[in-house]
């Protein structure tokens, strides 16, 4: 995974948008104007901050010395990941996702369904 592909696949989720909103060296991605990924643009290491649920944030923490407790973020809702090529990119990608899909559970039903298409 690199920071091209994160962000092509962050763009092809249903009613994403990308923003730069705490400047040029941030990108963010939202659903419906809430933010589910952050990652910074020029860095000399590439990671991303994902929303995750509690638990599942600390089980990965513990298993995977590449994700760290939310950078600037809540800790107990956010990961920070850094991308060493030790998790594999599917992985990685799943975790955005997941992401992604605990925003949309967030979001009235209306906004929800208007996204899954229906």
Known sequence: ???ESLRDFCLQLP???EELPFGPD???FKVKGKVFLLTP?????????AKCDPEKAEELRE???DVKPGYHM???HWNTVYVTGNIPSETLFGWVKDSYDLIVKS?????QATLNGE
């Open 1 to 3: 995974m690199n920071l």
């Open 63 to 65: 298993k995977y010395p």
């Open 26 to 28: 941030t990108l963010v």
């Open 107 to 111: 979001l009235p039903k209306k906004d």
């Open 74 to 76: 809540n800790k107990k």
């Open 41 to 49: 643009i020029d860095s000399a290491s590439h990671q991303f901050n």
């Open 15 to 17: 009613g994403v948008t």
